[in-house]
């Protein structure tokens, strides 16, 4: 008698999350057709002090907080059932942070949100 082997599944490979792997190709789809900016200088640079705002503010509030959150302080379960009382604390929080600092280099007065 012949046993089969089960291959185990891993989600990142074999699953449809696989394909967010491929979710910044969408932003090089539409490059081309994205202007330049060139009758409006300055605009490239408000892009870009945005670009940047948004990838902390993501980063801190969805992946190093959240992260450490749930972590270290708790166990799994428990950790990941508090996720829908955290969020607006950590959102608070992250957009203090960086009014605090980051969004004092780049702009004064002007929120990023």
Same mark, same amino acid.
Do not use: C
């Given at each position: ?21 491929? /979710?910044?190709? +969408?932003?090089?789809? $539409?490059?081309?057709?994205?202007? =330049?900016?060139?009758?409006? %200088? #300055?605009?490239?640079?408000?892009? /870009?002090?945005? +670009?940047?705002?948004? $990838?902390?503010?993501?980063?801190? =509030?969805?992946?190093?907080? %959240? #992260? ?46």
């Amino acid at each position: 008698m012949e046993e089969k082997t089960t291959k185990p599944v891993d989600i990142y490979r074999d699953t449809w999350v696989r394909f967010l792997g491929y /979710a910044n190709e +969408v932003g090089e789809a $539409f490059r081309a057709l994205v202007p =330049a900016h060139g009758d409006n %200088p #300055g605009k490239s640079g408000r892009v /870009a002090v945005a +670009v940047v705002d948004t $990838f902390v503010w993501q980063a801190l =509030a969805s992946v190093i907080i %959240p #992260g450490f959150t749930i972590n270290r302080w708790m166990t799994t379960a428990i950790g990941l059932s508090t996720i829908p009382f955290i969020i607006t604390p950590i959102d608070r929080s992250v957009d203090f942070l960086l009014d605090a600092s980051l969004r004092k280099v780049y702009q004064e007065g002007e929120k990023h949100k």
